[in-house]
C-alpha cells in the first residue's frame, strides 16, 4: 500500500497539490497543470473543476433576517465562517419550543434501524408514525415535534459537490393526527419562520400543488404572502403519495430568497443560484383507491419537514451547509490532520473535506444505533461511507488512522440531536476504528488487484472496462479518478461511460429502495385494529382464558366462518397467547369454541404461531381448524401450551442473565444486537471486536449457574420510560418503546426494559449450559445455549453418546480423548503410505512415458499425459523424475482429475527455461481457459474425451516451445479454431507431430 500512496503522493507534487503548499497554490497548479501531458490535464480537470459549491457567492455577514446582496460576492479567501448569531442547536431548541408551546409532545429521534421491514433505513421523519398515520396504531398525543436523524445513501457522488447533499441530515417537524389541518399548519410555519427565527418575510416565497386553492388561498388571505411569490407547481413538486394507493396529498413549499433584486417576473424556484427550500407541509388529506380516485381521510394529518441544516446555512450565512457550525468543526478537523487550511483550500481539496464531514457524521450515528459494518443490507451501506472517509482522507495526504479522531468531533457535537451518542462513544469509536484497520489491509488487496487489472488491460491493448473500474471503486474503495490518474502513468484509458453504466444500476436500486415509503403494507389488519380496537393481552398472569372472535382472515382476506381444514389467522378482543415479538417467539397451542347453551367445545383451533399486526395492536393467532366451525362472534377458549411457554420463560430469563454475565466478564460496551428465544434454544448476538476466550467462556456459564442458584425472585413494574432509564434499565437493541415501559429486574444482577414472558424465580431455569460461541458478522459474535428443560435433554444426549463411543471403543468416558488420538495418529500414518505408494506408481508409469517421447524437429521432447488414481499430491514428483529421463531439453504436462477438479503440473528443463518459457506461466494461461465442455476449474469433461484434451494441451505445448510465444497462443481469438482442429479424429499428422504419449496410446 506504501508503493500505492506513493504515487498519489508523487502525482500530487506533479500537480502543486501538496497539503502544506502556500497560498499560491492555485497559481502553482495552472502552471504545473500546463507542463503535463495533454491526456494528465485532462485527469486533473475532474476534481479540480468540479462547479462550485451553490450558493457560494452569497457568504453574507450573519443577520438574524439573512440578508445578502451582491457586495458580500466579494470575500477574502481567508474568511472564517461568520459569528453565528444564532447556532444550529439553538434552531433546533427553537423549533421544539416553539411546537411544544402549542400543545405538541416533544419526542426523541426514532432509530436509524427502522421497525418498518419495508425500509432499510430511517428516511423521513414520519417513518416512526407510520402506524399512526394508517390508523394501524392508536395516537398517544394528538400532536408532537420532533428533530429525526435521517440517512439516505442513494447519491452519494454529489456529497460535497453541491451546497447541501448529505448522507445524513436532521430533519425537524411538526405533526398532527387528526387534529390541526391547513390553516394552523401554514400559520404556524409562517411565524416560526420569520418571527422565531427572524427569516425577512420578503425574502419567503410559497409553493402550492396547482390544484390546491385552498391551501393558495390560505397564503395569500390568512397568512398574507403576496400573490407574486406564490407559485402553483404541478404533482412531480407539490403532490405527496406513499405509492400507487393509499395516503397521500398535496404539498407546500418555502423557499428562501438569496437574491430578491431580481424581481417576480420569470422566477424559478428551481434554480439553486438564487432559492432554497428549507421547509415542506405535506397535507395527507386523501386515500387514493385501486381506479385512482380519491377519498377524503376521515382523519386528515399533517407532516411536516424542516432541514436543521439549511436553515443553518440561511440563518448563519454561509455559501453552504458544509460551512455551518453542525459541520465546520469537524470539517477544520479534517483539514488539521491534512495540514491545511480549508479557505485556502482548492475545491478538490475542500470537496473531499466535505465528504470527511458529512460521512463521519453518518457513520457515527449509525455505528451508535447498533449498525455494524458488513457486506449486506445496512451494514454494507456503513461499510463504505467508513471506506470513503478512509480513502479520501488518505488522498489528502492524511496519515495513519484517523476516523476517531473525526468522530470525536461529532460525538461533541451530538447531544442536541441524539443523547445516546455520547453515552455510546467509546463503542461507537472502537467498532469505527476496527473497520479502518480493515479496509487499510483491504487497500492492501485492492493495490494488487489494480494492478492486476492494469497488466491485463496493457497485455492486451485495451482499455481498463466499465465493470472492471467499478469494481475497483465498490469494493476497494478506488475513486473513479485515481484508477484514471494510476492508469494514465501506463498510457491505458479506462471506459468512462461503462462505469457510469454500473454506477446508474447501482443509482437506481438504491433510489428505488429510498424513494418513498410504503404506508398501505397491512391495511386490512390496520381497518380491523381501527374498528375493533387492539387486542388485551392477558398472558403475564394467565396462560388460559377466555375470549370472543372478532375477526378471522384468511388468504389476506376477511371472512365471516372457517370449518375443518381451513387455516386461517384469529383476532380475539383478549387472549393469553404472546405474540412473537423482542427477540421471543409466539405460542403454541389451542383454540376451542364454546356452545353458548352449555359451554361445550363444539371446534377445535390448533394454534401454530402468533404474531403482532397493526403496528403491535392486534395478537394474530395462525391457526389450522382441526375440527367444527368457527365463525366471527363466537366465544372461545384460549389455551396456550403449558410446557412450551416454560421452556420459553426459562430461556428468554437466562438471555437476561447471561447478558449481564457477557457485560460483566467482557467489559461494559457489550450490548446486544439481536436475539431469539424459544423452546429448544436461546441466541444472543452482541458486538465484540475479537473472540471470546475459553476461559471468558467458562467464567460467563459459570455467573450465569451462579445466579440461577441463588434463588432470586424477578419482580416486573411499568414505569414512565426516562425514569425507567434513570433507574438503569437497558434497552434491548431494535425494540422500539412507548412512554410506559415494562421493567424486568433480577435484583442485583440485571435489570432490562423488557416485554417477554419470564420465570418468576431464577432457580426455575434450573441449569444454563453454553452450546457454541462465534463470529457471525464482522464484530459481532453470536452465543447459543439451552437452559431448563432444554438443558436436562442436551445433558441425556451427551451422556447417550458417549456412552455408545464408550462401547464401541471398550474404554471408559475418561480415557477416551486418548484412544481417539491414537485412532487419528494411525489413520494419519495409513494415508501417508497410501500417498507414497501412489507417488511411486505414478513415477513408475510416466518413467515409460518418458522413455517413448520422440524428439521435435527442435531436439525437444514433450511429455503431455493424464494420470488415473493419482492424487495432486503425486504429480510435482512424477512430473520431476519424467523429466530427468528426457535430456537436456525437455518439457513435462501431467494431470489428475478425481471428485470433480482437475489438478495440473508443468516441469520444464533449465535449456527450455533459459530459452524463455517458464512452466508457471504456461499452465496459469491454460487454467485460464474455458475448452468446451471442459474446465480446469470443474473437472467436467461432458464433451470431449480427456484423450483429445490431451492432444490439445500437447499442440500448445509444441506451440510455445516452436514460438517461444505461449500467451499469445493461449489467448488468441484463434484458440476456438485449434479445439476444434485438435478434436478432429482425421488429424494424425497433428498427433504424429505432437510426439504425445498417453497410456491408451495416443
Known amino acids: 500500500m506504501r508503493a500505492f500512496f506513493s504515487q498519489a503522493s508523487a502525482l500530487r507534487s506533479r500537480v502543486g497539490l501538496q497539503a502544506t503548499s502556500s497560498s499560491s497554490r492555485s497559481a502553482l497548479f495552472a502552471s504545473s ?23 457560494a457567492a452569497y457568504h453574507t455577514s450573519c443577520t438574524c433576517s439573512a440578508v445578502a446582496t451582491e457586495a458580500d460576492t466579494a470575500q477574502p479567501a481567508n474568511q472564517q465562517p461568520p459569528s453565528a448569531c444564532i447556532s444550529g442547536a439553538e434552531i433546533r431548541e427553537r423549533f421544539l419550543k416553539f411546537f411544544e408551546e402549542r400543545g405538541h409532545k416533544r419526542l426523541p429521534s426514532s432509530s436509524l434501524i427502522p421497525e418498518d421491514p419495508t425500509v432499510l433505513l430511517t428516511i423521513a421523519g414520519m417513518l416512526q408514525f407510520k402506524p399512526i398515520f394508517l390508523g394501524q396504531a392508536s395516537r398517544q398525543h394528538a400532536r408532537a415535534t420532533t428533530t429525526q436523524k435521517c440517512v439516505r445513501t442513494n447519491d452519494l457522488t454529489n456529497v460535497g459537490v453541491t451546497a447541501r447533499h448529505h448522507s445524513f441530515f436532521e430533519m425537524l417537524g411538526n405533526f398532527s393526527f387528526g387534529d390541526y389541518f391547513k390553516a394552523e399548519a401554514c400559520a404556524y410555519a409562517w411565524e416560526l419562520s420569520t418571527r422565531v427565527l ?78 432554497i427550500e428549507f421547509y415542506n407541509l405535506v397535507f395527507m388529506e386523501s386515500n387514493r383507491q385501486q381506479d385512482g380516485t380519491l377519498q377524503p381521510l376521515a382523519a386528515k394529518n399533517i407532516d411536516t419537514g424542516l432541514g436543521l441544516e ?13 460551512e455551518t457550525d453542525l459541520l465546520f468543526p469537524i470539517l477544520n478537523k479534517a483539514a488539521k490532520l491534512a495540514h491545511m487550511d480549508y479557505h485556502k483550500a482548492d475545491e478538490r481539496q475542500k470537496t473531499a473535506l466535505k465528504v470527511l464531514a458529512d460521512h463521519t457524521r453518518a457513520c457515527t450515528y449509525l455505528a451508535s444505533d447498533g449498525v455494524l459494518p458488513s457486506n449486506v443490507g445496512r451494514g454494507y451501506v456503513l461499510r463504505r461511507l467508513i471506506r470513503r472517509v478512509v480513502m479520501t482522507g488518505r488522498l489528502i495526504g492524511i496519515k495513519g488512522a484517523f476516523i476517531t479522531k473525526l468522530a470525536d468531533v461529532a460525538i461533541e457535537l451530538s447531544p442536541g440531536c441524539d443523547p445516546n451518542v455520547q453515552a455510546s462513544a467509546r463503542r461507537i469509536k472502537k467498532e469505527l476504528e476496527a473497520e479502518e484497520s480493515r479496509f487499510s489491509a483491504t487497500l492492501e488487496s485492492g493495490e494488487k488487484r489494480l494492478n492486476e487489472v492494469l497488466a491485463a488491460a496493457k497485455n492486451e491493448s485495451r482499455a481498463v472496462s466499465g465493470p472492471e473500474a ?76 377466555q375470549g370472543k372472535i372478532v375477526a378471522l382472515v384468511r388468504n389476506g382476506q376477511s371472512i365471516d366462518s372457517a370449518s375443518s381444514g381451513d387455516e386461517v389467522e384469529v383476532l380475539l378482543d383478549q387472549s393469553p397467547f404472546y405474540a412473537e415479538s423482542g427477540g421471543q417467539v409466539g405460542d403454541n397451542g389451542i383454540l376451542r369454541s364454546l356452545q353458548p347453551s352449555d359451554g361445550k367445545a363444539t371446534a377445535r383451533i390448533t394454534v401454530s404461531d402468533v404474531r403482532k399486526g397493526a403496528g403491535g395492536e392486534l395478537v394474530v393467532h395462525h391457526g389450522l381448524v382441526e375440527e367444527g366451525n368457527v365463525s366471527v362472534g363466537q366465544e372461545v377458549t384460549a389455551e396456550v401450551d403449558e410446557q412450551l411457554r416454560a421452556r420459553i420463560k426459562a430461556h428468554h430469563t437466562a438471555t437476561h442473565l447471561l447478558h449481564a454475565a457477557l457485560k460483566q466478564v467482557l467489559g461494559d460496551d457489550v450490548s446486544q444486537q439481536g436475539s431469539l428465544v424459544g423452546s429448544d434454544r436461546l441466541r444472543f448476538d452482541f458486538n465484540l471486536p475479537r473472540g471470546v476466550e475459553a476461559h471468558e467462556l467458562e467464567r460467563i456459564e459459570a455467573l ?68 457454541s460461541e462465534g463470529g457471525i458478522a464482522s464484530g459481532v459474535r453470536r452465543v447459543e445455549a439451552v437452559a431448563g428443560a432444554a438443558a436436562v435433554e442436551h445433558m441425556n444426549t451427551l451422556d447417550a453418546v458417549t456412552r455408545e463411543l464408550g462401547s464401541q471403543l471398550r474404554v471408559r468416558p475418561a480415557d477416551m480423548p486418548a484412544k481417539v488420538a491414537g485412532l487419528l495418529a494411525e489413520a494419519r500414518a495409513a494415508a501417508k503410505e497410501v500417498a507414497e505408494l501412489k507417488s511411486r506408481l505414478a513415477v513408475a508409469q510416466v518413467g ?36 530427468s529421463r528426457m535430456g537436456d531439453k525437455a518439457a513435462v504436462v501431467l494431470f489428475a482429475a478425481s471428485k470433480g477438479k482437475v489438478s495440473m503440473v508443468a516441469a520444464f528443463s533449465d535449456a527450455v527455461v533459459k530459452g524463455g518459457l517458464k512452466a508457471g506461466q504456461f499452465i496459469g494461461g491454460i487454467a485460464k481457459l474455458r475448452l468446451p465442455g471442459f474446465s480446469v476449474f470443474s473437472g467436467s469433461t461432458k464433451t470431449y474425451s480427456r484423450q483429445k484434451y490431451v492432444v490439445i494441451l500437447g499442440w500448445m505445448l509444441c506451440e510455445a516451445l516452436r514460438t517461444r510465444r505461449y500467451g499469445e497462443t493461449l489467448t488468441s481469438s484463434w484458440t476456438i479454431c485449434l479445439v476444434a482442429y485438435a478434436a478432429n479424429s482425421h488429424c494424425r499428422e497433428f498427433h504424429r507431430l505432437s510426439c504425445i504419449s498417453h497410456p491408451a496410446g495416443g
Not at 403576496?226 to 407539490?238: A, F, Y
Open 33 to 55: 497543470a500546463a507542463t503535463l501531458p495533454t491526456q494528465w490535464q485532462a485527469h486533473l480537470g475532474l476534481w479540480a473543476s468540479m462547479q462550485r459549491p451553490i450558493g
Open 198 to 275: 427572524g427569516l425577512a418575510p420578503e425574502r419567503v416565497w410559497v409553493s402550492v400543488y396547482e390544484h390546491d386553492d385552498e391551501a393558495f388561498h390560505l397564503w395569500r388571505d390568512k397568512v398574507g404572502v403576496p400573490q407574486e411569490r406564490i407559485q402553483r407547481l404541478g404533482e412531480d413538486d407539490n403532490f405527496w403519495a406513499s405509492g400507487p394507493t393509499g395516503p397521500c396529498g398535496p404539498c407546500s413549499e418555502l423557499y428562501y430568497d438569496f437574491h430578491p433584486e431580481r424581481g417576480h417576473q420569470g422566477a424559478d424556484l428551481n434554480d439553486d443560484t438564487r432559492f
Open 310 to 322: 439549511r436553515m443553518a446555512q440561511i440563518l448563519q450565512g454561509v455559501p453552504n451547509n458544509y
Open 470 to 545: 467499478f469494481m475497483l471503486y465498490d469494493t476497494f474503495g478506488f475513486p473513479l479518478e485515481i484508477t484514471q490518474e494510476l492508469a494514465s502513468l501506463h498510457d491505458i484509458q479506462i471506459d468512462v461511460e461503462g462505469f457510469e453504466e454500473e454506477m446508474e444500476v447501482q443509482r437506481k436500486r438504491s433510489k428505488d429502495s429510498a424513494r418513498t415509503i410504503d404506508l398501505n403494507s397491512g391495511n386490512l389488519l390496520g381497518d380491523l385494529a381501527a374498528q375493533f380496537g387492539a387486542t388485551e393481552f392477558t398472558g403475564y398472569t394467565h396462560i388460559q382464558g
Open 704 to 771: 450465569v449457574n451462579g445466579w440461577v442458584q441463588t434463588n432470586q425472585g424477578l419482580t416486573t413494574k411499568v414505569l414512565p420510560i426516562d425514569e425507567a432509564r434513570k433507574a438503569g434499565a437497558v434497552a434491548m437493541f431494535g425494540e422500539k418503546y412507548g412512554e410506559q415501559v415494562r421493567v424486568v429486574d433480577v435484583p442485583g444482577v440485571s435489570m432490562e426494559l423488557c416485554g417477554g414472558t419470564h420465570v418468576t424465580n431464577t432457580s426455575e431455569i434450573g441449569a444454563f449450559k453454553v452450546l
Open 848 to 883: 515409460e512415458m518418458a522413455a517413448a517421447a520422440e524428439p521435435l524437429a527442435s531436439g525437444a521432447r514433450v511429455l503431455v499425459a493424464r494420470l488415473d488414481d493419482t492424487d495432486a499430491g503425486s504429480l510435482p514428483d512424477a512430473a520431476k523424475a519424467a523429466l
